[in-house]
Nanobody, 123 residues
Framework: QVQLVESGGGSVQAGGSLRLSCTAS????????MGWFRQAPGKEREFVAT????????IYVDSVKGRFTISRDNAQNTVYLQMNSLKPEDTAVYSC????????????????WGQGTQVTVSS
């Protein structure tokens, strides 16, 4: 049974930082593309970042470029999202997801999902 478990969410003031973690089990982590998505109240799920299985390539949504960094540790079956210079508009539930083969920005392309972790940024 595949499980993705996120942690690291919380409440911070604008300009602050958080580091999200997502630990996977039940799959060969090193063979999967990992992505981070977020969903704010009343809005659709939004792509945030994705990384290839070997960590060699990343894609970010424009709104987080230069502020967020995705990384992974295949030995620990974990993907991270370092979030700096947080803004109130970053407030959302952040979820990690896994898919085989190629990176994608489409939520529907991902096979496995975590439950999500809340990030709240106050002004």
């Amino acid at each position: 049974q595949v499980q993705l478990v996120e942690s690291g969410g919380g409440s911070v003031q604008a300009g602050g930082s958080l580091r999200l973690s997502c630990t996977a089990s039940g799959l060969t982590f090193s063979r999967y593309v990992m992505g981070w998505f977020r969903q704010a109240p009343g809005k659709e799920r939004e792509f945030v970042a994705t990384m290839t299985s070997n960590g060699g390539s990343t894609i970010y949504v424009d709104s987080v470029k230069g502020r967020f960094t995705i990384s992974r540790d295949n030995a620990q079956n974990t993907v991270y999202l370092q979030m700096n210079s947080l803004k109130p508009e970053d407030t959302a539930v952040y979820s990690c997801a896994a898919r085989p083969l190629r990176v994608s920005q489409r939520p529907t392309a991902y096979t496995y999902w975590g439950q999500g972790t809340q990030v709240t940024v106050s002004s």
